[in-house]
Nanobody, 114 residues
Framework: VQLQASGGGLVQPGGSLRLSCAAS????????MAWYRQAPGNQRELVAT???????NYADSVKGRFTIARDNAKNTVYLQMNSLKPEDTAVYYC?????????WGQGTLVTVSS
């Protein structure tokens, strides 16, 4: 299984970005997909998850600003990020949880700065 993340970049405070993460390979049963982020000097932290049934969960720091969504037909997960703040600057990683397996993407850098 391979994950390809894209969509990162430089954006001004208050702006928006949409991240995508496409999963390919032997994918038979996705339990959940998620986005994490890691800022310089910090541990990796959970941003948002979406379960196979569609239920979602968000970190308190992004609630009301970020939206996770999934296209089941494309095995792709998205993260719509609005009202971005400088503290959202980080490398964003996606992962996919299959029965007995967890796979990570390579990360995409999001920089929020004026």
């Amino acid at each position: 299984v391979q994950l390809q993340a894209s969509g990162g970049g430089l954006v001004q405070p208050g702006g928006s970005l949409r991240l995508s993460c496409a999963a390919s390979g032997s994918i038979f049963s996705i339990i959940a997909m998620a986005w994490y982020r890691q800022a310089p000097g910090n541990q990796r932290e959970l941003v948002a998850t979406i379960l196979s049934g569609g239920s979602t969960n968000y970190a308190d720091s992004v609630k009301g600003r970020f939206t996770i969504a999934r296209d089941n037909a494309k095995n792709t997960v998205y993260l719509q990020m609005n009202s971005l703040k400088p503290e959202d600057t980080a490398v964003y990683y996606c992962n996919v949880r299959l029965p007995g397996r967890l796979y990570w993407g390579q990360g995409t850098l999001v920089t929020v700065s004026s």
